[in-house]
């Protein structure tokens, strides 16, 4: 029997025949991979941020600092957990004694034991730099995205005000502003922190803001005719907000040793506040004879600050396409 070609083979079919072969072709296209030439599935596109999430996941200096951060949260919120002895709690009799059996830090020049200080010092310390980070991630990303967003005379007065807040040294300004407080608590370097810390981040997100406006997609979506609100939480934030996490998470260290500085010069935090800053300051001039005095709470406050360091630079990694 001669071999019909494929228009005589669907005329001698009719609609039934017609019909069968419609839905063979659909079942073959169902079994056919979704990839090229049948290579496999097509990928999805994968976002910037689940981008940055694989590359951290792989990174070990993320991991290590993750980890690190991770502890001295867990003390912060629970010091009682590897520390069961009272901060303040103190013995003349044994100040500057060495390591005896169940105080390995020994004790400082109160008869205080190091160790416990030193884990109860953690919770001041994080939570200045926490609270401080998001006080001025807050405020300098909110005044300068608004800037850089509508431009004209907001954004003038804000270069002009930035400027004059880069002009007043940190350290002066915090002896300055922080010498009338007479309160203990950590509330006070958080809000001196926040007043000189938002131009920083208020330049970094009027930039980014001011990049990321400039995208078809935000003249797509001004031409359509959405709100300013919309373009600006919809399109423009998620997009312009990297740059800024990248800043706020290394400025977050430098936060905790501008808390234990202002503690060393005795403006930040006071006793009875528990703060690396007060412990090294104490520590200072008994650094010859009883060197674990100092020791201690200064590896924490190190150890601290270069893992909240080197955490923000995994994360400038991470988010930076042009470090690929």
Request: hydrophobic share 45%.
């Amino acid at each position: 029997m001669p071999e019909q070609t494929p228009d005589e083979a669907i005329s001698s079919a009719g609609a039934g025949g017609v019909m069968g072969l419609a839905l063979e072709e659909g079942t073959t296209l169902e079994r056919t991979p979704g990839g090229p030439e049948g290579t496999g599935p097509a990928e999805k596109p994968r976002s910037l941020w689940s981008d940055a999430w694989r590359d951290l996941r792989r990174n070990p200096v993320f991991i290590i600092s993750a980890l690190i951060i991770l502890f001295l949260v867990i003390i912060s919120i629970w010091p009682s957990l590897i520390a069961d002895q009272d901060p303040l709690n103190c013995d003349l009799a044994k100040a500057q004694q060495g390591s005896q059996p169940g105080h390995p830090f020994g004790f400082d020049g109160q008869g205080c034991d190091v160790y416990t200080r030193t884990v109860y010092g953690a919770r001041n310390s994080v939570t200045v730099g926490v609270c401080s980070t998001l006080g001025v991630t807050l405020l300098g990303g909110v005044l300068g995205g608004l800037a850089g967003f509508f431009g004209g005379l907001s954004d003038s007065i804000l270069s002009r005000v930035t400027d004059v807040f880069f002009g007043i040294p940190v350290v002066l300004g915090g002896l300055v502003f922080l010498s009338v407080v007479t309160s203990s608590t950590v509330w006070p370097v958080i809000g001196f922190i926040v007043l000189l810390g938002w131009p920083q981040i208020a330049r970094i997100a009027r930039g980014s803001v001011i990049t990321a406006k400039q995208n078809d997609y935000v003249q797509a979506a001004r031409a359509l005719g959405a709100s300013n609100t919309r373009m600006m939480l919809r399109h423009i934030t998620p997009n312009a907000i990297a740059p800024v996490i990248v800043v706020a998470t290394i400025a977050l260290g430098t936060y905790i040793s501008l808390e234990a500085t202002l503690s060393f010069l005795g403006v930040g935090l006071k006793p009875p506040a528990v703060s690396w800053g007060i412990d090294i300051s104490a520590a200072s001039q008994y650094i010859r004879n009883a060197p674990h005095m100092l020791l201690w709470p200064a590896g924490a406050l190190a150890v601290t600050v270069l893992a909240f360091i080197m955490l923000g630079d995994a994360v400038r990694d991470a988010l930076d396409p042009k470090l690929r």
